[in-house]
DNA sequence: GTTATTGCAAACAATTTGCACCCAC
DNA sequence: GTGGGTGCAAATTGTTTGCAATAAC
């Protein structure tokens, strides 16, 4: 857990994710840096094991069960759409602010949170009903 | 989509949620239910798939990936360990009134919100650095 | 009687593991 | 030279699909 050092694989998965403008799948990740580096698609998912455990990466899950990850930075959030299953980024965080107020009162030390809200979006709740 | 009459199946599922003071897999699921009834696993994936559609069922997943599903009512959150994977419920939902006020703000049809903190319990902090 | 739902088993896809090889120090 | 990091391919797991049988109305 304490690491000082990020192996090759790390680095390249961090740099990566961090010029990503929105959250990818380890399977794009893994061609993206194929691009630049020989890397198997194992040493991707460990990479990203380690970074997830140290705070560095975090993800989420589409409805379709795909894991996408980012850098934790990045905090973005999404409003999806169950019926069509799009998502809709949120330009700010609605916790920032609680986020630190929590740290006070837990002992738990955070690092970052994932929240996404589930419904329908203009379009499908106008048909759908 | 627009569905009055839920299935043996999906009331099954739902029932069975409610009942549960935490989320549970798929898996775990379908044994309780084939306690009372005839059922198959596909058939539990395919009423969940449909019940979350609805908006009234929703899940999480942990950090090894497995979904855990649990009735939207019951609006859970958690702090999970990123070092030894516990999961800690919180006893409130820090979004309770923001939800409503997004409701205004935004055309999104907001059914529900999933909210996880992510980083280290007490005792893993206090070893592991 | 007709249509949608279901159970089963086979198929699928993402992820993980075992192991020999290679690189960094 | 040694130990951890890595690539590859095989194994594993949760989930989805096809289809005949069944239940609902």
Known sequence: MTQVHC?????????VLQQQ????SAQELHKLIKQHQRIGLATVYR?????????????RVTLTGEKLYNAVEQD??????LDC???FPMNTCPLKGLELSLQHTS????????????????PCSAQGG
Chains 1, 2 share one sequence.
Do not use: W
């Not at 192996?7 to 740099?15: E, F, G, K, S």
């Not at 403008?21 to 990818?24: L, R």
């Not at 990479?47 to 993800?59: E, I, N, P, S």
């Open 76 to 81: 973005r959030h999404y409003m999806t759409c």
């Open 107 to 122: 002992s738990f030390t955070i690092y970052y949170h994932t929240l996404e809200f589930f419904g329908l979006c203009e």
């Open 7 to 15: 192996t090759r694989a790390q680095t390249a998965v961090l740099q």
């Open 47 to 59: 990479a990203l094991d380690v970074l997830k455990r140290m705070g560095k990466v975090q993800h």
């Open 85 to 87: 299953g799009q998502s």
């Open 21 to 24: 403008h929105e959250p990818i």
